[in-house]
């Protein structure tokens, strides 16, 4: 006889399958139907089985899905917050650099006169003290004064004791400003 086919075999066609004398090795096994009809049940229970653990994975697999997508979303979050620090933090900045502009400006020009703020603030950005910083501002901003101002001070220093003897003398007589100092620049000061 004929081996039968193995679609027959697969398909469960036990009656083709138990026909064939290829299946029957001894007389002790007799017809395979008993065979078939064992593999039909543990093929049955093994699909079972396989459709459970399937199942079991895909339950697995859209769980792992599930997290990977919300780790991805967390971390496209995260990047979204971190935007929108970076431009709350730009903006920050650009306001705080403006007001640190602005204000101090109107505040000092708000303030009373007798306060002396902008002065002691044109001190500090020069680093000086008052003085030093008024005597580098007249260089720098008017030159030609600077220079009669040293040169009455040069005067002032060089006739001393005559203005001293002066001032002494215009306690008793008013005529001290004809004095013997005849220096001119003395006199346009005086």
Partial sequence: MPRPSHRAVRDGHAEEVCQSAWYCRSPSTGCLVALVDRIDKHRGKASEVERQHFGATRIDLDRT??????????????????RW????????????????????????????????????????????????AGWHMLQVYDPQRWQALQDA????????????DCKKRMTWSPDCYRSEVESRSFMMIV
């Fill in 65 to 82: 899905v599930l997290t990977i997508n919300n780790i991805v979303q967390s971390i496209l979050r995260g990047l979204q917050q971190l």
């Fill in 153 to 164: 001070a040069s005067v002032w220093a060089s006739n001393a004791k005559a203005l001293e």
């Fill in 85 to 132: 620090l970076g431009i709350a933090a730009a903006i920050g900045v650009v306001t705080g650099f403006l007001l640190g502009w602005v204000v101090p400006e109107v505040v000092d020009r708000a303030v009373p006169e007798d306060w002396h703020w902008p002065e002691e603030h044109a001190a500090s950005l020069l680093q000086r003290d008052g003085w030093a």
